[in-house]
């Protein structure tokens, strides 16, 4: 092995005197309730660890001769442990990745465009519905135009009834700390 394989060597792998070290990741020894984003970095730690185990085996192969063939078979059961552990540990993550964004990386193609198309969809069904709010209020301001001019008294009529409506709902919210638009407020935690 030269200076450069052992310098990229990390834990779990091969040691300068060929032994493979025992050291054990800690992320196997994690218990089944912890947290997700814990289990997460553990599953990335792991791909990362992997990733470093697949450059060093690449270096190996690459410069292979008889004397690097005990360092190869470290090397193969570093990476094999090593994806083991990464199977364990991807058991309790539970991430649901939509089949788009596999399609995509399948294809050859960045991920981030899937998040960008579902943004740019929303924008355009926001816009849409907007569009259609602001229809109905007009279409609402000119039927009230048109019906006070035909039955003053009845839009009179419905304007109060709507005016102690609205006090008796903001009261009403007010009452049950409530927002106007139906949220509930959160008290702040000291």
Not at 47 to 64: A, D, E, M, R
Not at 131 to 140: L, M, N, P, Q
Not at 146 to 165: G, H, K, N, T, W
Not at 166 to 184: H, Y
Request: glycine share 6%.
């Amino acid at each position: 092995m030269d200076s450069s394989q052992a310098s990229t060597l990390g834990p779990g792998g091969s040691g300068g005197n060929g032994i493979v070290s025992s050291q054990t990741n800690d992320t196997a020894n994690a218990t089944p309730n912890d947290d997700p984003k814990q289990n997460l970095t553990q599953v990335i730690n792991s791909i990362q660890k992997t990733l470093g185990l697949l450059h060093q085996l690449y270096l190996t192969v690459s410069s292979f001769n008889s004397a690097s063939q005990l360092p190869l078979l470290q090397r193969l059961n570093s990476l094999v442990t090593e994806l083991d552990n990464m199977s364990k540990l991807s058991e309790k993550c539970n991430i649901h990745v939509p089949m788009e964004v596999l399609n995509l990386i399948d294809d050859g193609k960045n991920p981030d465009e899937f998040t960008r198309d579902v943004l740019n969809s929303c924008i355009a069904k926001n816009q849409v519905t907007k569009g259609k709010t602001d229809a109905v209020k007009s279409f609402r301001k000119h039927l009230l135009e048109e019906l006070e001019q035909a039955f003053p008294d009845e839009v009179e009529s419905y304007r109060e009834i709507r005016a102690s409506s609205a006090a008796e709902s903001k009261r009403l919210a007010q009452s049950q700390s409530m927002l106007p638009n139906g949220d509930v407020k959160v008290k702040p935690e000291h």
